[in-house]
């Protein structure tokens, strides 16, 4: 898998497939993709090559740790981001990749959606990725 950010300054190649695919739809991951989730491709670190500058952004996920996204700083395109709880792998945005990983489980960032007035799901489709 290759993605890239809109202006090509910064890449990731990734080597083999992926490990997991983790989809999220809360807030934070929503704002940070402009879409309503976000999809990320998780890889081990060493299965990366990552060419190009990026700029670091870390927030808090709700299990208090500690969620980078790696962004070029000319563009904006958030292009890869660590999760604090596995820190030895990389996601790659789905949304960036000219090949599409297959997917093999899904999860979310780690971040609860703020909802109004909607009642809590009572079960999850999903096995957290942090």
């Known amino acids: 898998m290759k993605a890239q950010c809109q202006c090509g300054l910064l890449s990731v190649d990734a080597a083999g497939p992926s490990l997991a695919v983790a989809m999220c739809h809360c807030t934070a991951c929503q704002r940070r993709t402009g879409h309503p989730y976000g999809v990320l491709a998780y890889y081990p670190a060493a299965a990366l090559t990552i060419a190009g500058e990026a700029t670091r952004y870390v927030r808090t996920a709700d299990s208090g740790a500690e969620f980078e996204t790696f962004f070029c700083p000319c563009c904006g395109s958030t292009v890869y981001a ?49």
Not at 83 to 110: F, M, N
Not at 111 to 121: A, D, L, N
């Open 82 to 130: 660590r999760a604090g709880k596995h820190p030895e792998l990389i996601g790659v945005a789905w949304a960036r990749s000219r090949t599409r990983p297959a997917r093999r489980r899904s999860g979310r960032c780690g971040r609860r959606r703020s909802t109004t007035g909607s009642p809590r799901p009572t079960r999850s489709r999903t096995s957290h990725v942090e």
